[in-house]
């Protein structure tokens, strides 16, 4: 009996520790202000997008050729025509062979982090806190896949117990979190379960919501994320039919606790944004069923292979494949990436997220804040009144 009980008192010994270790959420991440102006400055992370992000174009079902191999070898690249061609390609590869930049990648992650450090997130409005927490997780992301590329296949590096999802990747304000708590305990909870939320978690695979070419804003996080919907819906890499079948990323299956009927939520969803065509094929589908993966990195070109060849598809050849276009982030083009390396440096990603005039306020309301957060109460009225 005595040695049942040490073993029972050490099992429960281990279960509070555990619950111990995962630390608490500070309450006032899940407030808001909704009349706040505040903004957060995101010009470093905004150049580094336009700079390194290719766009696809508008979604398409149209499949790609398949590789005939280079003349002189038999040796050929093995791809998902319906979708390699399918969603936003970033340059990883130019990061891959300058330290610096990814130093500034790092470096814009660090500080990103410290935002709340500087200002209570419940002083914010929700959409400037959606678009802080969703430019911090595809920061990580971006930063995290710079470590490991040139792998190709993403499986195992997302998925994996400690894999990118799973890993305490992120500190912020000294609670440390991954990015699936910051899905599934930060997100999920405050946008009650919005499915449109899920269209700016970038991964890093073609399978994946698109990477954007403009930082989230609270001015434009709204109609970027219905933006990116509707291009992952329907392109072949969130959606086709087939046959009597209607077939969906399952992306959509790893997160089935956001359509609670998984079939009929996600009908209803998909709905809003597919083309008219496609809504008659799901309407009239017999099944809908969530198959579709494509794990490929979402790089410019190295997750294709030159076999054999002199064909000028080599790696100095993309350098100039991208020019700059003004206009409005939504609509702008490629960014000419040889200008990337010289002009980034120049940029201070250590400056702080707001205005030194800002900070001054902000530091007068959380001092304030502090002040009265406390709850007064009958009684201590009362021994006040008594003491007086």
Do not use: C
Not at 32 to 61: C, F, K, M
Not at 165 to 172: A, D, F, I
Not at 372 to 386: M, Y
Request: glycine fraction near 6%; avoid cysteine.
């Amino acid at each position: 009996m005595k040695k049942y009980w040490l073993v029972a008192s050490a099992l429960m010994g281990f279960a509070l520790g555990s619950q111990a270790s995962e630390q608490k959420l500070p309450e006032h991440w899940f407030g808001e202000d909704p009349n706040s102006a505040i903004t957060i400055d995101y010009s470093d992370w905004d150049y580094v997008l336009q700079a390194s992000v290719l766009l696809s174009g508008p979604p398409s079902r149209e499949e790609a050729p398949e590789d005939r191999g280079s003349i002189g070898t038999k040796m050929k690249n093995k791809y998902n025509v319906k979708t390699i061609n399918a969603g936003n390609r970033f340059f990883y590869e130019r990061f891959r062979k300058n330290p610096e930049l990814k130093a500034t990648i790092k470096g814009i992650r660090e500080s990103l982090q410290k935002v709340p450090d500087e200002i209570r997130l419940n002083m914010l409005n929700n959409n400037e806190q959606l678009a802080y927490w969703l430019n911090l997780y595809n920061v990580v992301v971006v930063d995290e896949i710079n470590k490991i590329y040139p792998e190709k296949k993403l499986e195992d590096f997302v998925t994996d117990d400690d894999g990118l999802l799973e890993r305490k990747t992120v500190t912020v304000e000294g609670v440390e979190l991954s990015l699936n708590d910051i899905q599934h305990k930060v997100l999920k909870v405050k946008f009650d379960r919005d499915p449109l939320t899920l269209y700016g978690l970038y991964q890093g695979y073609i399978g994946s919501p698109s990477i954007r070419k403009h930082a989230y804003t609270g001015d434009n996080v709204r109609r970027t994320l219905t933006a990116n919907a509707f291009d992952f819906i329907n392109s072949n890499r969130g959606t086709y039919p087939a046959g009597k079948d209607f077939l969906v990323a399952n992306f959509y299956k790893r997160n089935a606790d956001y359509f609670p009927d998984f079939k009929a939520d996600l009908s209803a969803h998909l709905k809003e944004y597919l083309s008219m065509a496609d809504q008659n094929a799901l309407e009239n589908a017999k099944k809908l069923v969530a198959k579709i993966d494509d794990w490929t990195v979402t790089d410019i070109y190295g997750s294709t292979q030159n076999f054999g060849g002199s064909v000028a598809n080599n790696n100095a050849a993309f350098l100039g494949a991208f020019t700059r276009i003004d206009g409005p982030p939504e609509t702008r083009e490629d960014s000419n990436i040889e200008l990337l390396s010289d002009a980034l440096q120049r940029r201070s990603v250590n400056y702080g997220r707001f205005s030194p005039e800002l900070i001054v306020r902000l530091k007068e309301l959380k001092e304030r804040n502090e002040r009265h957060s406390g709850t007064v109460t009958v009684k201590d009225l009362e021994e006040e009144s008594a003491q007086n």
